[in-house]
């Protein structure tokens, strides 16, 4: 037994020596793993006991501003909510003259649409321009507004309104409006006839001398000589006439529908009818298109039991009730 026991011992020191000997530690694994574990817990707790002293100081900052942070937003908020003064808002630009010093043409640069209205019904005719300064066609079309207030201005009072000025009353009025300029010529009484022609100065006097005189009293001559299309109503003329009145009004809404003006109104005073007379076959059929797609045709025949349209030439009449 004690040959055995002393052998024993022998191969463990035999062993411990040959480890401690030996460099690389997979020669030892019991021994390695028991120290490489120490080594690890130790610098855990090293790294434990370093670090959070030096965390938990910030976390507590950070805690600090964030309750401060809040605090602010609240006391903000409330001071949002007790003040109620509007937002300011800066005043718009200062409106100028779109038309020179001395103009035949009224400018109301400042927007007044209401007194430059009123103002134009105290005159016979009056043609209104109402424009955008910035306008390209606006700012092309003024000086053939003041060509044709240089040759009407015996008959005709212009005048000029800036709709786009901010918060002015014509902007306000019409402020779905896109395109510009918009004339539009007022009669002393009635509505305003919209002139929807080319924006030059021979097509707005060619216009405005059929605002003025939108019915021609027909004499000896013959229009068949000089017109190619024209309408003949013979009706009561005395001042009060119901029958004129309507004649007058569809002349000047016909204004509006047809750029062109290619039918001449001729009256007579005699008991009541209404003839169209069509010297140019094709356009009859014109004719007949612009009355039923714009309903002249109740403008027309109003106080009246129908329009007969005569061609002439071997053109078929066509009759049109109303």
Known sequence: MSLSTESSREADELSESSCDSQDDADTCPV??????????????????????????????????????????????????????DAPKISKPPAAYPFFPKGSLVTDWYRGHV??????????????????????????????????????????????????????????????????????????????????????SAPHMIQFLKKVCSPIVRL?????????????????????????????YTAALNYLEKDPEYRITFFVTPTPPSILLYIYNCGMKHWFIQLMRSHGLQMKFCSGFSKILIKSLHGCHPVDLKA
Request: with cysteine; net charge negative.
């Open 31 to 84: 021994h390695s793993n028991r120290s490489i574990d120490g080594e690890d817990n130790t610098a855990t707790d090293y790294l434990q006991e370093e670090i959070e002293p030096e965390i938990r100081p910030i976390l507590i900052r950070m805690l600090n501003l964030s309750l401060e942070f809040a605090i602010f937003c609240v006391i903000m908020i409330n001071l949002t909510a007790l003040t109620k």
């Open 114 to 199: 209401s007194q430059a209205i009123e103002y134009s019904r105290a005159n016979d005719i009056a043609f209104i321009m109402f424009y955008a300064p910035w306008d390209a066609e606006c700012q092309s079309g003024k000086k053939e507004f003041e060509a044709a207030a240089k040759y009407m201005q015996d008959y005709v009072s212009f005048s000029a309104v800036n709709c786009w000025h901010p918060q002015s009353e014509c902007k306000v009025q019409y402020s779905k409006v896109y395109r510009w300029p918009v004339l539009i010529a007022y009669p002393s009484h009635g509505r305003g006839v919209q002139y929807n022609g080319p924006i």
């Open 219 to 247: 004499g000896n001559e013959n229009p068949k000589d000089f017109e190619d299309i024209y309408l003949i109503a013979s009706l009561n003329t005395a001042p009060g006439s119901l029958d004129f009145a309507v004649f």
